[in-house]
C-alpha cells in the first residue's frame, strides 16, 4: 500500500457521524481548549486522546494543539510554565494533571544554527531543534503516525484528517507519515514508538514502516540515555508489557535497551531467564488492570538480575566472598547499563536492595530471620524470590520456607529459627576406675611406717 499524501483539505467528520463525546474529555482539558478559543486562537485536542476516544478507549493524556505560540499560551495560563528546546511546549498545571499544548508546526529550511525559524538537523539527519511555526495543514504533516494525526476541533466538535489517520485506523494499521527511513532518523525514537502501539492497540505495523525496524536498531545509541529511559517505562508500564517485550525481541530493538540481558537470553540453553522476565511482566500487566500500583524498581531488577547472577558467579569463582561478589556484580553491570538508558537513583537504590535480599533470604537460622520480616524492602524480595522460585529449584524450597514462616505467629517463628534451650542440671561427676597398681597410685595413699 501507498503511503498516504497529504490533504491541503481534510476529511471532516462531523460530531453525528464520530463517537468523541465532551463527556469523556479531561475537563481540564476542555478548559485550556475553550480558553485559548475565547482568545481568539485555534485549539484542537490532538494525537492519542483522539485516537483512543475513537477507538473507545480511555486515554492516558489529553494532549492540545494550537496556533498560539508558546508565549502566548503562557501569558493566558497562570499555572503554565514553558518546557523543551529540541520542541518549545507549554505545560498547563491542574493539581496532579498536565495538560500539554503545542504550537501548530510547520516546514521550515535545514540550519545548523537552531535559531527558532529554522530545523536544525544533526549529520545523520537527527531532528535537534525544531520551533518552526505553521499552520494545522503543516502540523498533520509534521506528526510521526496517522493514526497521531487526528484533530477534534472543539469550535464545531469535528474530527479533522489531513493524512488518512480514519481509514488506517479503521483497517488497524500503524504507518508512519512519509518515507520511514527518513522519519526513523529524524528521530530513532520512532522505533520504539511503532512497537508500543503495534503491542498497546493490537494494531498491525504497514509493511513499509515495518521493515526498516530490522536494520535500523543502531539509530537508538543516538538517543540520550535519560530519554530512553523514559521510553522503558512507556513501553513496560503500558499494560501490554508481554507483547511489547516479544515486539522488543522480535525486531532485535530489546537488545539495544538491555544488552547484558539480551546476551543473556540468546546464550543460555535453559529457559529460566525469560521465564523469570516473562512471569514479571504478566504480573505488571496484572497489577495496572487492576488498578494496583507498580514499582519500576521491581521490574528493573528483573530485567537485570541474570546478568548481576552471572557477574556474580564469576566473580565468586576468581576468589571474592559471596556478599562481595554480589554488591560488585551489581556495580558492574548497573555502570554498563547507564551507558544505554539511565537509572535514576529513585530506582537503582531499590534496585539493589532487592538483588541483596536474596542473599539475605537464604539465611533461615537465628535471629535474622526475625529482624529480616521487619525490613522495609522485605515484601519485594520475598515477591522477587517468589518468581525465581517457578524455573529455579533451590530457589522455590526457600521461598517455600519463607512462606511458612510467614504464616506462623510469633512463638512458633522463635521455635522455627532458634535452637532449644540448654539443659540446666548439674553434670554428674565421673568416678575414675581404680587401677590395680603400687600404693603411691592410691588417690589417698596411707602415711608411711614409723
Given at each position: 500500500m501507498e503511503a498516504p499524501i497529504l490533504n491541503p483539505q481534510p476529511i471532516i467528520i462531523a460530531r453525528p457521524d464520530h463517537n468523541i463525546s465532551r463527556a469523556n474529555i479531561s475537563p481540564n482539558a476542555l478548559?485550556?481548549?475553550?480558553?485559548?478559543?475565547?482568545a481568539g486562537y485555534r485549539a484542537c485536542l490532538v494525537g492519542g486522546g483522539v485516537r483512543d476516544l475513537l477507538l473507545?478507549?480511555?486515554?492516558?493524556?489529553?494532549?492540545?494543539?494550537?496556533?498560539?505560540?508558546p508565549e502566548q499560551i503562557y501569558r493566558l495560563f497562570r499555572n503554565c510554565r514553558l518546557i523543551g528546546r529540541?520542541?518549545?511546549?507549554?505545560?498547563?498545571?491542574?493539581?496532579q494533571e498536565i495538560i500539554e499544548v503545542a504550537t501548530f508546526r510547520g516546514h521550515g529550511d535545514d540550519s545548523e544554527e537552531g535559531d527558532g525559524s529554522t530545523v536544525e538537523r544533526a549529520a545523520d539527519g537527527r531532528i535537534l531543534s525544531d520551533n518552526v511555526y505553521g499552520g494545522i495543514e503543516d502540523d498533520a504533516w509534521r506528526r510521526d503516525f496517522t493514526i497521531n494525526a487526528l484533530y477534534y476541533d472543539i469550535t464545531n466538535f469535528a474530527v479533522l484528517d489531513y493524512v488518512g489517520g480514519i481509514d488506517d485506523?479503521?483497517?488497524?494499521?500503524?504507518?508512519?507519515?512519509?518515507?520511514?527511513?527518513?522519519?526513523?532518523?529524524e528521530d530513532p525514537v520512532r522505533l520504539l514508538r511503532a512497537v508500543r502501539f503495534a503491542a498497546k492497540l493490537g494494531l498491525r505495523i504497514d509493511p513499509a514502516t515495518e521493515a526498516p525496524l530490522h536494520r535500523l536498531g543502531q539509530l537508538l545509541e543516538k538517543i540520550p540515555p535519560a530519554r530512553l529511559f523514559d521510553e522503558i517505562l512507556k513501553l513496560f508500564l503500558g499494560g501490554s508489557a508481554i507483547q511489547t517485550f516479544e515486539l522488543l525481541r522480535h525486531y532485535r530493538l530489546f537488545g539495544r535497551l538491555f544488552p547484558a540481558t539480551e546476551r543473556c537470553l540468546s546464550h543460555q540453553q535453559q529457559h529460566y531467564p525469560k521465564t523469570l522476565l516473562m512471569r514479571t511482566l504478566t504480573g505488571t500487566d496484572a497489577r495496572l488492570a487492576e488498578g494496583k500500583p507498580v514499582n519500576p524498581a521491581f521490574l528493573l531488577a528483573a530485567l537485570l538480575w541474570e546478568p548481576v547472577r552471572e557477574q556474580t558467579e564469576r566473580l565468586q569463582a576468581s576468589g571474592l566472598d559471596e556478599v562481595d561478589a554480589l554488591q560488585t556484580a551489581a556495580d558492574l553491570v548497573i555502570q554498563a547499563q547507564i551507558r544505554h538508558t539511565s537509572l535514576p537513583r529513585r530506582y537503582s537504590l531499590p534496585m539493589r536492595e532487592i538483588w541483596e535480599m536474596q542473599q539475605r533470604l537464604t539465611i533461615?537460622?537465628?535471629?535474622?530471620?526475625?529482624?529480616?520480616?521487619?525490613?522495609?524492602?522485605f515484601r519485594a524480595g520475598y515477591d522477587f524470590l517468589l518468581l525465581r522460585g517457578d524455573a529455579d529449584q533451590?530457589?522455590?524450597?526457600?521461598?517455600?520456607?519463607?512462606?511458612?514462616?510467614?504464616?506462623?505467629?510469633?512463638?512458633?517463628?522463635?521455635?522455627?529459627?532458634?535452637p532449644s534451650p540448654k539443659s540446666k542440671k548439674g553434670k554428674s561427676?565421673?568416678?575414675?576406675?581404680?587401677?590395680s597398681a603400687g600404693p603411691s597410685d592410691s588417690p589417698n595413699p596411707p602415711p608411711p611406717e614409723s
Open positions: 478548559k485550556v481548549l475553550y480558553r485559548l478559543r475565547e473507545g478507549r480511555e486515554p492516558k493524556d489529553f494532549d492540545i494543539a494550537t496556533d498560539a505560540r529540541r520542541f518549545r511546549l507549554a505545560h498547563v498545571q491542574f493539581d485506523l479503521k483497517a488497524g494499521l500503524i504507518r508512519l507519515i512519509g518515507d520511514p527511513v527518513e522519519r526513523y532518523h533461615t537460622t537465628g535471629k535474622r530471620p526475625l529482624r529480616l520480616l521487619t525490613h522495609p524492602r533451590p530457589a522455590a524450597k526457600l521461598a517455600e520456607w519463607w512462606t511458612r514462616f510467614m504464616a506462623m505467629d510469633e512463638k512458633d517463628r522463635l521455635q522455627a529459627v532458634l561427676r565421673r568416678r575414675r576406675k581404680p587401677r
